[in-house]
């Protein structure tokens, strides 16, 4: 089936180790989105990868960083994870915003990370 | 950010049908509005969405207002599994993408 995939699902680091998640889909589409869910809150919007185009949310903090090597592939860089950075990370795709038009975003099972 | 308002939470019996409202005054002529749910340690499943009319699929019922101001998702017949946080979501527009600001949602619980 085709799937929106990360691995791993629980990823533990230390503070200010930096860590990298990753995200894989099959299902071809163009955008690559990361998003952040706290405990108990709702998903929030980190930044998304339009193809090669990278389109941050202002409010992100630079601590975080992305990779998008190719279609399939987008990756989550921690760069010095605070305590508060402990959350579930996911990765959704879409195929794409049309001015108008219907575009669905599909998630992965997402990560969790802990930071000690 | 989110632009709906939805109740906490609410219980529903099994094989009952499950009608989660949400309020969405200030939509705009052009937003969609998307239902997503997120069960327990999970990524956020995608139900439904739409613009103006109602929409039916496989998994639920989206009855849009005629001023669009609000909302109803209708789970038809409830099963335990269908115990989750529910988002109502209204995509927002930006000049060259869109956005969907998660709300704090419903928690639906299903009881036997």
């Known amino acids: 089936d085709a799937m929106v995939i990360q691995n791993p699902r629980y990823q533990v680091t230390q503070f200010g180790k930096p860590v990298t998640l990753s995200c894989s889909q099959t299902l071809n589409h163009n955008v690559m989105y990361w998003y952040q869910q706290k405990s108990s809150q709702a998903p929030k919007l980190l930044f998304h990868y339009y193809d090669k185009d990278f389109n941050n949310e202002a409010d992100t903090p630079d601590n975080f960083q992305s990779r998008r090597p190719n279609t399939s592939f987008c990756f989550l860089d921690i760069r010095s994870p605070g305590l508060g950075d402990a959350a579930m990370y996911l990765c959704a795709t879409s195929r794409g915003f049309v001015q108008g038009a219907r575009d669905t975003q599909y998630f992965g099972p997402g990560t969790r990370l802990t930071v000690l | ?112």
């Open chain 2, 1 to 112: 950010d989110a632009k709906t308002t939805q109740p906490p939470s609410m219980d529903c019996a099994e094989g009952r049908a499950a009608n989660l409202p949400c309020n969405h005054s200030t939509i705009s002529g052009n937003e969609y509005v998307y239902w997503y749910r997120q069960i327990h340690s999970q990524g956020p499943q995608y139900i439904i969405h739409g613009l103006k009319n109602n929409e039916t699929n496989e998994m639920a019922s989206l009855i849009i207002t005629e001023d669009r101001k609000s909302s109803t998702l209708i789970l038809p017949h409830a099963t335990l599994r269908d115990t989750a946080v529910y988002y109502c979501i209204v995509r927002v527009l930006r000049s060259n993408d869109y956005k969907l600001s998660f709300g704090a949602g419903t928690t639906v619980t299903v009881r036997a």
